[in-house]
Structures are given as structure tokens and as C-alpha cells.
């Protein structure tokens, strides 16, 4: 058995990690190495969208792993395709084409490197080629080198300077600070429709229509990391459409609820003809642009493809929807000081938090106070930041474990006066 010495001896110190080792999960529910269970609303930061171990994710994975688990992307295999024709013919819906990573990060970096690809495609007047990506403050796109530089977080940077060149960092939702931010330079933009790990953040329907007009004026990529956000969590299979529905991106970056939780991440690209020559903007990313070993695998591809299908045959992005409205209803409900705000859509729900009536340790955070009251309480819940703590239940949460999880938050809150 792992002991969280094993962990001090051996395992680099990356993370602050709770004191706390889970061994087994099911549904909604979670056990540690004590036998005691949890209610889980952070399922691997919106990772496990249809909970833990679900049947027919785990038949999936069964069926493939003894069929065929790994081939080289040298050569086809069958569930990258039908992952693939899944994704654009149900979620985006926009004709494209679609890379497959490990991750959000790998995913976000595919982004910024097809950017950098189209402005060499279509440069300045000068000829020279654009490359700057403006993203926003309060972002995260990942750990990369790349997706680094792109997240608008200065402590996510320290230390690691110094920075890939081409990036600035606008307010969000400003569309006045919009209005002088293209330069010469500039090749696209990149947002999360929905921010997650900055604190909970909604685009506005006007900033993203905003955004689509000034990409159109001046030829730039509109792009959305729906690395947290996607794939029914915030009550549409896309996120961006739950807040401005005709808007058509040109790339996306996908992760975490499409595997629901094997490692598996995508970016598209759309098909759109981008010169008079008929050449497309997903073509822009040829043979020998990219690549990666694991990526798209039989096996991921294969556990993947239930997890959308279910979500989509179940509609459980609805229950998303269903789900927010009740949390919503009842936090208001309670008239709680310490709750300052419910923000978010679906699923991906960020609880704002008065710090000043939380005592809260030196070097710590309001969030982390409550996060770990919630945990001896027996919920499971990330921060999102220092004042906001996170929902993110499994899409097929039962009306029962939301009752159960508010219940406990209810109870914790109002010792917080």
C-alpha cells in the first residue's frame, strides 16, 4: 500500500497536495485508504464526466486494451477516426479537422503553433511574419513553456523566465480595452469562453461578438481553450455556443471531460478557405508541423467515444443545466454573508468567498480554508483562486448528491460569520 511517505521519498513536490490518498471511486462517490467516502464534486478538476467508473467507460476500456492498445500515427486506426467524425459531426458541428494530444496544455500549444503558422501564411505588409497571440488576464492554458507564456497569471510564470516571446494580456470581458489591442504583429486571440482555474469567469455574449468582429476586420484567428469547459459541462456540447451561438471559431482546444478520464487532449482547426488559391486554415498544419506518440491512441480514442456518446444520448448536458439552476436557487436561498456570488454556467460553478470573514491560516487563502472544512466534512472540491472555491460534479450528478453536497456546504458556510 502507498503511504504518503512513498510520496516524500519519491515523488517530486509539484503539487500542494491534501492529506489525503483515494483508492477507489464510483459514480459520485470516492474512498480513501481509510475506508471513508467522500462525495466528489472536483472529479479530476472536470475530468470524470460521467463519474467514477462508469460502465460502459470501463467496458470500453476493457474491449480495446485486449484488442489493440498502441500504434505509431504513422499509421490509421479506427477509433481516432470515428473519435474524430464524433466530434465534428455532433460537438463543433463546423466543418475542421482535428489533432489529438495528451493534453489541455499539448493541446493549447498546438493552437498557438497553428497561429504562428498562419501568420507566416498571411504576414504584414512588410512581410514579416505575425505571431503574437493576445490572450487575457486571469487565463490558464497549461504548463508548457508555450501555454504558459499565453496564461494571463504572473505566478504561474515566476521563476521560469524567460518568457516565450508574442504574447499580451487584455482585461476580460473589456471590450473597450479591445479597441486599440491589434497591432501589426498580431495574429489571433485565445480565450476560455468560460475562465476556470483564474475564478470562475463568464464571457459576455457582447465580448465575444466583439472579439468575432475584430477577427474579421483584421484577418485574425479567433480561438477557445474549452480545455475545462467543453463537452457538455456548461450546458452545450460547446461552450462558446451556450453564450453566442453564431459565432464560428477557428480553432479550439479541447481536454479533460472528453476522456472522462483517460489522458487524451484535441485541437481543431476549421476548414475554411483562407486565400484564393482554395488552401484551408486546418491544411496550414501539414506533414511534419506537428506530431506526437501517444496522441489519439486506439485505446483513448475508444473510451473517449463512449464518454460522448453517452453524454449526448443521455442529454446529459440538460442535467447540467437543470443542476445549475437548483444550486443556484438554493445558495441564494441561504442569504449567507460569507457567500459573495454563484458564477459560472452548468456544471463549472465557482462559490465566491468573503475572506475577511474566513480566518484563514498566514500563507494560506479563504479558498483553501473552506475547501479543507468541506473535505473533513466529506465533499471533495477544488479552488479557484484565493476567494472562490469550485463545483464540478460529474454531468450525470443525481438531484439527490447535489441536495447532499449543498447540505454539507450549507452546514460549513454558516460557521462563517
Known sequence: MSTTKDFTDHVMATYGRFPLTLVEGKGARVSDDVGREYLDFCMGIAVCSLGHCHPRLVAAIQQQAAKLMHVSNLYLNEPQGLMAKEM??????IPGKIFFSNSGAE????????????????????GKPRFEVITFQ??????????????????????????????RYLPYNDIAALENAVSDETVGFLLEPVQGEGGVHVATKAFLEA????????????????????????GQAMAWRAIAPD??????????????????????LSDRTIDDSGKTLASLMGPGSHGTTYGGNPLVCAAAIEVLREIREKNLSANALHQEQRIRAEIASWKLPVITDVRGLGLLLGVGLRADLIPTPEGSTAALTVVKSLMAEGLIVPPAGPETFRLL?????????????????????????
Not at 465534428?88 to 458541428?93: G, T
Not at 439527490?400 to 454558516?414: C, G, K, Q, V
Request: charge should be neutral; hydrophobic fraction near 40%.
Open 138 to 167: 486571469q487565463s490558464f492554458h497549461g504548463r508548457t513553456l508555450g501555454s504558459m507564456a499565453a496564461t494571463g497569471q504572473a505566478k504561474i510564470q515566476q521563476g521560469f523566465d524567460p518568457m516565450l516571446p508574442g504574447f
Open 247 to 268: 459565432i464560428k471559431p477557428d480553432g479550439i482546444s479541447w481536454a479533460k471531460g472528453m476522456g472522462g478520464g483517460v489522458p487524451i487532449g484535441a485541437f481543431w
Open 88 to 93: 465534428n459531426e455532433f460537438e463543433v458541428q
Open 393 to 417: 460534479p460529474p454531468l450525470n450528478v443525481t438531484d439527490a448528491e447535489i441536495d447532499e453536497a449543498l447540505s454539507i456546504i450549507h452546514r460549513t458556510l454558516s460557521c462563517f460569520k
Open 211 to 234: 472579439l468575432d468582429a475584430l477577427c474579421k476586420k483584421h484577418d485574425l484567428l479567433l480561438m477557445f481553450d474549452e480545455v475545462q469547459a467543453g463537452f457538455g459541462r456548461c
Open 107 to 126: 493541446a493549447n500549444d498546438g493552437l498557438i503553433k497553428s497561429a504562428r503558422r498562419y501568420g507566416h501564411h498571411k504576414p504584414q505588409a512588410n
